[in-house]
Nanobody, 121 residues
Framework: QVQLAESGGGLVQPGGSLRLSCAPS????????MGWYRQAPGKQRELVAA?????????TYADSVKGRFTFSRDSAKNTVSLQMNSLKPEDTAVYYC?????????????WGQGTQVTVSS
C-alpha cells in the first residue's frame, strides 16, 4: 500500500507564501502522475497542479493558481513540493497530495491525509 506523507500547511496572511511537501513511500518517478488537489468547505475537490511521469514530465496548473504556485520534484529527497506564493483567501482549503499508479489498464489512486492551508488576516 502506497503511503503519502504531507507537511507544510498552516495559517498565512494574504500575499504570503507556504510550501507543501509530499513524501511517498515509493519512488516518485514510479507513478504515472503526481498532483496536488484541494477541497474548500462546501466545494468539490479540485486539481491544483499535476506532473506527468518522467524526469522531463509536463506540469499542469489550475488557471486560478498559474503564476503563483510552482510544483516541483526533488529526486534526491524523493519528494514533491508545491510552492505557493501571493496567497489569497480563496486559496484556503485542505490540500491533498495524490499519486496515480498504472498497472496494465488499471489506474490506482493514492491520497495523503490532507494538510490545512488557511489564508486570512
Amino acid at each position: 500500500q502506497v503511503q503519502l506523507a504531507e507537511s507544510g500547511g498552516g495559517l498565512v496572511q494574504p500575499g504570503g507564501s507556504l510550501r507543501l511537501s509530499c513524501a511517498p513511500s515509493e519512488n516518485i518517478f514510479s507513478f504515472y502522475v503526481m498532483g496536488w488537489y484541494r477541497q474548500a468547505p462546501g466545494k468539490q475537490r479540485e486539481l491544483v497542479a499535476a506532473i506527468s511521469r518522467g524526469r522531463g514530465g509536463n506540469t499542469t496548473y489550475a488557471d486560478s493558481v498559474k503564476g503563483r504556485f510552482t510544483f516541483s520534484r526533488d529526486s534526491a529527497k524523493n519528494t514533491v513540493s508545491l510552492q505557493m506564493n501571493s496567497l489569497k483567501p480563496e486559496d484556503t482549503a485542505v490540500y491533498y497530495c495524490n499519486a496515480a499508479a498504472r498497472v496494465g489498464d488499471i489506474m490506482y489512486d493514492y491520497w495523503g491525509q490532507g494538510t490545512q492551508v488557511t489564508v486570512s488576516s
